[in-house]
Structures are given as structure tokens and as C-alpha cells.
């Protein structure tokens, strides 16, 4: 149980374009969902915090206006990168909580971005 | 949300069991210690967790000292596919207000044959 969708797994696409990346947590309902951002051999960074029909939370640092995040559903939140630019190549990682104060998050598999 | 130290690598045999140690010396009493792993290009996977108490499930122990300064998370048979970075990570759980989980540089481990 407690499995994290994540689409796409690899997107390469031009400077300027925007690209949105879905997370759907499967078998369960997440009233909060959150986006990471992992650069080669760093450590995962958290950005932004998303809880189910209300504005995300991003963290100090990440600009709201370029990262767009919906969480419309208890099981779908989707994480739009608008204009990309080569500095925003990078793996992004969703994941998902369940209901519950010691619950554990469970991951996507990333989606690796890649703008040329 | 406390912070951890871990070991930056270690090395295990195969089939030998693995014993990761996470020192978290101002964890607080509504903290919760949680492990994850991450292979290479993969999303990290859930391990185990536990607040005071020894915990075990089918992947893994974690033992918790008993001022819950620090734990150590017991891979008991390690296998190649173990080889991962390892984070220990501690939560502020109570109430509606809740931690977010926040990712030092773990400890990679590799299982060599």
C-alpha cells in the first residue's frame, strides 16, 4: 500500500516552455503533498508544501510565480515549472502523507527535467 | 525540527547485518525519528520510524536509546540491493501542526560481496 504515482518520469524540453509534472498518491487519500527538488549528489530540498483545496506553502528561496503548484484532489497534486530555463534542470520529487499525525510520507520516483 | 548527524559512508558485507547510527542529541519529546533510503534516480523509500520505543518491520529495527539521543537502524542481512544513502530524520508530530520531512546528507552505504 501507500504507493505515490509520479508522470513523467524524464521530460527534455526547450528554454521558455512550461512543463507540469503530476503526483497521484494511489491507494490513499493525502490531505498534504509535497515537492522536493534534488540536484546531482546533493541532498533532496524541500520547496513548497500543498494541502488539498488551499494555496501551497513554498519554502524560503523557491519563487511561487515560476513554480506553479495545484493540489486540486486528495489523491492528485501537479507541479507546473513555468518558462524553464537550463538552471531549472533538475530532479523533482513529489510525495504524499497520509491522514494522521505519525504517519510516514511516501515518494514518487522523481521526474527528471531536462531544458535545453 | 532537530537535526541529525550520520556518518557520511560506510561499508558492509553481504549477508552481514548493517547497523546505521544517527545521532539527534535535541530531539524533542513530540519529535519522531524516521528513516529513509534513496538508490540511485529513484524517490526515497519509506523504512521504518518510531518515537521511544524499538520498532521492527519486515525491512528493518530501529532501536531508539533511551534519552532518544540518538538510534540506530539495523539492516539485519544486508544484500547488494541495499546499497542506498540512508537519512535519518526527525518530525515534530502533534496536534495540527506538523514537521516537514527535511533531508540532511545521509550516510551511504555500500554492500560489497
Known amino acids: 500500500g501507500a504507493v505515490v504515482s509520479q508522470h513523467p518520469s524524464w521530460v527534455i524540453c526547450k528554454s521558455g516552455t512550461s512543463v507540469k509534472i503530476e503526483c497521484r498518491s494511489l491507494?490513499?487519500?493525502?490531505?498534504?503533498m509535497f515537492w522536493y527538488r534534488q540536484f546531482p549528489k546533493q541532498s533532496l530540498m524541500l520547496m513548497a508544501t500543498s494541502n488539498e483545496g488551499s494555496k501551497a506553502t513554498y519554502e524560503q528561496g523557491v519563487e511561487k510565480d515560476k513554480f506553479l503548484i495545484n493540489h486540486a484532489s486528495l489523491t492528485l497534486s501537479t507541479l507546473t515549472v513555468t518558462s524553464a530555463h537550463p538552471e531549472d534542470s533538475s530532479f523533482y520529487i513529489c510525495?504524499?502523507?497520509?491522514?494522521?499525525?505519525?504517519?510516514?510520507?511516501?515518494f514518487g520516483d522523481g521526474t527528471r527535467l531536462s531544458i535545453l | 525540527d532537530a537535526k541529525t548527524t550520520q556518518p557520511p559512508s560506510m561499508d558492509c558485507a553481504e549477508g552481514r547485518a548493517a547497523n546505521l547510527p544517527c545521532n539527534h542529541s535535541t530531539i524533542s519529546g513530540n519529535e519522531y525519528v524516521y528513516w529513509y533510503r534513496q538508490i540511485h534516480s529513484q524517490g526515497p523509500q519509506y523504512i521504518i520510524h518510531g518515537l521511544k520505543n524499538n520498532e521492527t518491520n519486515e525491512m528493518a529495527s530501529l532501536i531508539i536509546t533511551e534519552d532518544r539521543k540518538s538510534s540506530t537502524l539495523i539492516l539485519p542481512h544486508a544484500t547488494l540491493r541495499d546499497t542506498a544513502v540512508y537519512y535519518c530524520i526527525v518530525r515534530v508530530v502533534y496536534g495540527g501542526s506538523q514537521g516537514n520531512l527535511i533531508f540532511g546528507k545521509g550516510t551511504k552505504l555500500s554492500v560489497k560481496p
Open positions: 510525495s504524499a502523507r497520509l491522514r494522521g499525525g505519525e504517519q510516514p510520507q511516501h
Open positions: 491507494d490513499f487519500q493525502a490531505t498534504t
